[in-house]
């Protein structure tokens, strides 16, 4: 569960990344300069957004609630 948990906030990381150039643009905007999404520049020094550097305090407050005492799978 670990290994997957740290997959999915590097592969949101990662997306952030990527998608930072376009923030807050309009979608004719991104698709004007950007027909093909996969073209985005990743900078060499990939510089995240606030999206990303919330993850850690969600991930804190998850998994107390995860761990509660009583809670199914299928709860959390």
Do not use: N, Y
């Not at 643009?25 to 990303?52: F, H, M, N, S, Y």
């Amino acid at each position: 569960m670990r290994k997957t948990a740290t997959g999915a906030l590097l592969g949101l990381a990662i997306g952030d990344a990527i998608g930072r150039p376009t923030e807050f643009q309009p979608v004719e905007r991104i698709a004007a300069d950007w027909p093909d999404w996969r073209g985005l520049p990743l900078p060499q020094r990939a510089l995240v957004t606030d999206d990303t550097q919330m993850r850690p305090g969600l991930r804190r407050a998850a998994v107390p609630v995860a761990h509660s005492p009583g809670r199914t799978r299928s709860e959390c």
